[in-house]
């Protein structure tokens, strides 16, 4: 059956009959070929075989000696011809004369072969004119030589070559494990050097360039605008003393995408977490996020920026950016919650002076645990941070007073950077491309998702609102003949709840949304009323309702072309990157850890024991005969002595001198030993 091939440029009732079957010839030739084991061999080279140039060719050559394992070298190498030869010698056994002895030489071997190269394989390639294609005119694909494992054409490109698609498939795969595969696969020896090389250059090739992505910019900005429309896009450049300059220096770039802009104000939550994140590549930088909250309380990723460092101007920028496009103004009563970043406080209270700004509670016990690691004083500021009442708070803040600490930092946006953390490392485009796909893709997740959730709220506001539902049969109603109920439960738990004006004096329904165990409680004692017409689910504000949680995922981002269909900037200066500071040591990868998170090995081995569950924080782990510890760290000694803290009876050296009191009445010390004064 003849079937045409739409992939061929040229016809087939092109020229004679004998021109047809010389190119049919040709591209036989180049078929492959099944051997009799059945595994598939591509016939590398063979005569009349055809190439567009030269770089092909060679790069094929090279190929060949690598599968091969043989030294080849290019006898002639011009604009016209191309011939390569093997290095390789032919072993000839030194027989000697007939009816001789064995010579006795000290060459150790080296009589068995000869010196000079004997290996007849050979090609040679030829172009008639400059503007032809090179073909091979004569070929000798017999070796008749040695192989050997150090090999001049296993160049750090070609390796880049090769592993490729590994890079791309794991851009951290270790060099051993490189090594080992050439080992393996090719039974050739490369140094660790020629495999760190040949590890950066594929990497260039499936990221791109650190340098030449800046220059890609501005056209990376137009095709983000085109593809997702009501996008903000703004590029930031260095001051120039010189405007006729052809370069401007890149400082900095906010991302606001369309359709995420749109969800956001469909969440109907007021709440932004503010924070950064260290680039990791050579050039210095920071990834500045703004993330909301969705009605399923996850996150809701806003808007990203690049900026050149942590600082009161790249926030200020930001924020101004963030702003207009949430359509703030000065007199904007937002809530920001953020950790002690630098500039953050100053940039927030120029900008929105009207706005709330918060901090999270996790990182002020972390600074706490600084000075005091006991446990009970997490449990003291967890509990004056629930407090939902000003008297509450004011009485657990004087239980509490002695361990407050003004030093706080918080995280809301601490899941974002995790997900965005493999990126932070990539080319300017390359990280931007990775926040994009990963938001992309965070949207189906959701939609996925959404389709399992039941009911008319989201699934997090039901297990809320299920759990309050137990909790208020411990609760009786008592209507006071109006629009009030008094709610009463053991131990003098006594609140009043407003039906009209939907608030209660816990103050938990106003503050989250969703009605409190004293709320259903009056509502369970209101259904006693035939002619009532409830609904609890009316009680639940519109954030968490199944409706607005889809709405807010109801636009997409949309997918962009590749580099090559980009629309081109008519911007006549050019990109280049901030200026490089290269840093003392190796390039830093990690963040720096908080006080808790600083753990030594014996107490990460006993929380995974589960020994810090049942001894709490301050436990050790267990010694080599087994027994457990509970770690004194953050405990003053007394001393048996003289009753002073401090130190121990080893190490008393009368410290405590006349201040010392006891039953009797005063005590001194005199040589080493403590006597009463009575």
């Known amino acids: 059956m003849e079937v045409i091939n739409n992939e061929e440029f040229e016809s087939l009732d092109e020229g004679s009959d004998q021109d047809r079957e010389r190119r049919a010839l040709i591209r036989n030739l180049g078929k492959e070929k099944r051997c009799n084991l059945g595994s598939v061999h591509i016939q590398s080279f063979s005569v009349g075989q055809k190439f567009k140039s030269k770089k092909e060719l060679k790069e094929l050559i090279d190929v060949h000696a690598l599968e091969t394992r043989r030294n080849l070298f290019f006898k002639k190498n011009d604009s016209q011809r191309l011939r390569a030869q093997c290095r390789g010698v032919v072993p000839v056994i030194n027989k000697g004369q007939v009816g001789t002895k064995p010579t006795t030489s000290k060459s150790k071997g080296k009589e068995v072969k000869t010196q000079k190269e004997t290996c007849g394989w050979y090609i040679h390639a030829s172009r008639s004119n400059p503007e032809s294609d090179w073909f091979i005119r004569t070929l000798n694909q017999t070796h008749t030589c040695l192989q050997t494992r150090k090999l001049r054409a296993c160049t750090a490109s070609l390796i880049c070559k ?244 003004d030093v706080l930092i918080s995280n809301m946006c601490e899941v974002f950077n995790g997900k965005i953390e493999k990126g932070r490392d990539k080319p300017v485009i390359s990280c931007l491309e990775f926040i994009r796909e990963y938001l992309m893709k965070r949207i189906c997740n959701v939609m996925k998702a959404m389709k399992k959730a039941k009911g008319p709220l989201t699934p997090t506001a039901t297990d809320i609102l299920d759990a309050r539902k137990k909790g208020a049969s411990q609760y009786i109603a008592r209507w006071n003949g109006a629009n009030k109920y008094q709610v009463t439960a053991a131990l003098q738990d006594q609140h009043v709840v407003d039906v009209r004006n939907q608030t209660c004096t816990c103050r938990k329904w106003e503050l989250m949304g969703i009605p409190c165990r004293h709320a259903i409680a009056t509502l369970n004692e209101m259904s006693k009323d035939p002619e009532a017409e409830l609904d609890i689910y009316k009680w639940v504000h519109k954030v968490y309702w199944l409706e607005t949680w889809q709405k807010a995922y109801s636009f997409k981002v949309e997918p962009i072309k590749g580099r090559p269909m980009w629309p081109k900037s008519n911007c006549p200066t050019k990109l280049i990157p901030p200026p490089h500071h290269t840093q003392v040591g190796r390039p830093k990868k990690k963040r720096r850890q908080s006080e808790g998170e600083r753990l030594s090995k014996r107490q990460k081995a006993s929380e995974g024991d589960g020994v810090n569950e049942m001894q709490g924080e301050n436990s050790q782990g267990p010694r080599n005969d087994g027994v457990q510890k509970l770690s004194r760290k953050h405990v003053s000694v007394t001393c048996s002595k003289c009753k002073n803290k401090g130190h121990n009876s080893r190490t008393c050296k009368g410290q405590g001198g006349i201040n010392l009191r006891s039953d009797c009445g005063y005590l001194l010390w005199c040589n080493d030993y403590l006597v009463s004064c009575c």
Not at 229 to 257: E, H, M, W
Not at 282 to 291: D, E, R, W, Y
Not at 298 to 322: C, D, M, Q
């Open 162 to 405: 090769k592993i490729i698609d590994q890079v791309e498939a794991d851009p951290k795969i270790p060099l051993r494990a490189i090594q080992d595969h050439f080992q393996k696969t090719y039974q050739v020896g490369i140094s660790m050097d020629k495999v760190f090389r040949a590890k950066d250059m594929a990497r260039k090739h499936v990221t791109g360039d650190y340098t030449k992505q800046f220059e890609l910019l501005r056209d990376y900005a137009l095709e983000l605008q085109a593809t997702n429309p009501d996008t903000t896009v703004k590029i930031d450049v260095c001051p120039n003393g010189n405007p006729a300059s052809p370069t401007r220096q890149f400082r900095r770039i906010y991302v606001c995408l369309g359709p995420l802009k749109k969800g956001f104000k469909a969440c109907l939550r007021d709440l932004v977490g503010l924070d950064g994140a260290f680039m990791k590549g050579p050039f210095p930088g920071q990834v500045l996020t703004a993330v909301g909250l969705d009605s399923n309380n996850g996150i809701y990723p806003l808007a990203y920026a690049i900026v050149e460092s942590e600082n009161t101007a790249s926030w200020k920028w930001f924020l101004e950016n963030l702003g207009d496009d949430l359509e703030l103004g000065s007199n904007s009563n937002y809530t920001f919650i953020s950790d002690r970043q630098k500039g953050l406080q100053i940039a927030v209270d120029q900008l929105f002076p009207n706005a709330e700004h918060r901090y999270c509670i996790r990182h002020i016990h972390d600074n706490m645990r600084k000075k005091w690691g006991q446990t009970e004083y997490r449990d003291h500021l967890w509990r004056c941070a629930s407090a939902t009442t000003i008297p509450e708070f004011e009485h657990l803040m004087k239980e509490f007073r002695r361990a407050v600490s």
